[in-house]
Nanobody
Framework: QVQLVESGGGLVQPGGSLRLSCAASGITFRIYDMTWYRQAPGKQRELVAAISRGDSTNYADSVKGRFTISRDNAKKTVYLQMNSLKPEDTDIYYC?????????WGQGTQVTVSS
């Protein structure tokens, strides 16, 4: 059974930091491209950051220089370090694992940036 479990979300003040984690099980993690998306109810889904199985990274313009995606294949985990958080970063963050026709999603973790 494939599972992607996100953690690390919460409430943080503007300018603060959070580190999201996504632990995978049931897949050969090292061959999957991993992506963080964010979406709030009624809003369009946005790709936040992606890391390929070859460690190439890609970021949304809105988070470049503030967010860093990384992966630990031994721990089957992908991370999203979020610094200098802004109220507009408030969203539900989802991690995904993609390989060939396989496309798995986690349940999401809420990030709220507010004073």
């Amino acid at each position: 059974q494939v599972q992607l479990v996100e953690s690390g979300g919460g409430l943080v003040q503007p300018g603060g930091s959070l580190r999201l984690s996504c632990a995978a099980s049931g897949i050969t993690f090292r061959i999957y491209d991993m992506t963080w998306y964010r979406q709030a109810p009624g809003k369009q889904r946005e790709l936040v950051a992606a890391i390929s199985r070859g460690d190439s990274t890609n970021y949304a313009d809105s988070v470049k220089g503030r967010f860093t995606i990384s992966r630990d294949n031994a721990k089957k985990t992908v991370y999203l370090q979020m610094n200098s958080l802004k109220p507009e970063d408030t969203d539900i963050y989802y991690c995904t694992a993609k390989y060939s026709l396989n496309d798995f999603w986690g349940q999401g973790t809420q990030v709220t940036v507010s004073s």
